[in-house]
């Protein structure tokens, strides 16, 4: 599994004057919460830029006095003026202890839906879960190979081995829906079926008034 490793830099100094001057560096105000004790730190901007601007699930190797943390990034929180990053949440993985994190879905295969004329929506794209830290994957792959028209796949379908998933069963996460060429072709073709069928009716009145 990717990591990112980040060298930062404790705080001791709390509190908003504290959290100012640590900006003011270009340093980001960082905690790591969730193993034997609560530990503020900072650390440049630029040190977290490929574990935030990715939509990879990554574990985050933090090294801290020389001790080095491996978490995984639980909440981001950007200046609502600026968009700059304000600050960020670690979860710190301790072993035999779970954690619930937001895992990447990794779709694979071309749906039967789709060669069929249909078109693929994805209705989401990650998914919640529960595990081991030792399982903690980069993503849940997904096939859907077999997903048909007007079809949907559910969260109930994802099979993950040692990993629970907390989304509410029933929720779609992709499904194949009709495409405005699917539907024009299929108008057309309940059109021309209807068409004999009226020129029979009229003619069948014709027949009788022969006779």
Do not use: C, W
Not at 11 to 20: F, V
Not at 49 to 62: C, D, R, S, W
Not at 194 to 210: R, V
């Amino acid at each position: 599994m990717k990591s990112v490793k980040i060298e930062g830099t404790r705080r001791s100094e709390l509190g908003k004057k504290a959290t100012r001057h640590v900006r003011s560096e270009n340093q980001v105000p960082a905690v790591i919460y969730g193993g034997a004790e609560t530990i503020h730190f900072s650390a440049p901007v630029m040190a977290f830029k490929t574990l935030v601007y990715t939509p990879e699930f990554q574990i985050a190797e933090i090294n801290l006095d020389g001790k080095t943390y491996k978490t995984i990034m639980k909440d981001i929180q950007f200046d609502v003026v600026t968009d700059e990053l304000n600050h960020i949440d670690f979860l710190e993985l301790v072993d035999g202890k779970k954690v619930v994190a937001n895992m990447p879905i990794k779709f694979v295969g071309q749906p039967q839906g789709v060669k069929d004329g249909g078109r693929l929506e994805l209705k989401m794209k990650s998914l919640q879960v529960r595990t081991y830290p030792k399982f903690l994957t980069e993503h849940i792959e997904v096939n859907i190979e077999t997903l048909q028209l007007h079809a949907n796949i559910r969260v109930q379908d994802v099979i993950a081995d040692n990993i629970e998933i907390l989304n509410s069963p029933r929720i779609p996460i992709a499904s194949v829906v009709t495409t405005r060429a699917l539907r024009q072709a299929a108008d057309a073709e309940a059109a021309n079926a209807k068409a004999p069928a009226k020129g029979a009716a009229k003619a069948a009145p014709a027949a009788a008034k022969k006779k």
